[in-house]
């Protein structure tokens, strides 16, 4: 099971750190990965990071102000949010992947969502 953070409503140029705790099984072996679903809109890769938290991929629209990390010591990814944009909006989740993906389909196990809002 992964637990995303409670996200919240923030102003455009503000940040944000979301996390991703795993439960009832240990996901330090997988690759994590964090998507994007805006209202209208489909389900959009933002950022994945391999097991070992070496190797790390973004969206070229959160390149330069969005990071992820993880610690499998604790079972947690993160994903911090800098410099926020209205378009930054939607509902994020966060997901585990045998290797680093970038389409949805390619992920086995999900959060249930957490809501960013940005205003201008």
């Known amino acids: 099971q992964l637990v995303e953070s409670e996200g919240g409503l923030v102003q455009a140029g503000d940040s944000l750190r979301l996390s991703c705790a795993a439960s009832g099984r240990t996901f330090s072996s997988y690759a994590m990965g964090w998507f994007r679903q805006a209202p209208g809109k489909e389900r959009e890769f933002v950022a994945a990071i391999n097991w070992s938290g070496a190797r790390t991929q973004y969206a070229d629209s959160v390149k330069g102000r969005f990071t992820i990390s993880r610690d499998n010591a604790k079972n947690t990814v993160y994903l911090q949010m800098n410099s926020l944009k209205p378009e930054d909006t939607a509902v994020y989740y966060c997901?585990?992947?045998?290797?680093?993906?970038?389409?949805?389909?390619?992920?086995?196990?999900w959060g249930q969502g957490t809501q960013v809002t940005v205003s201008s």
């Open positions: 997901a585990a992947a045998p290797a680093v993906r970038v389409t949805p389909v390619q992920y086995d196990y």
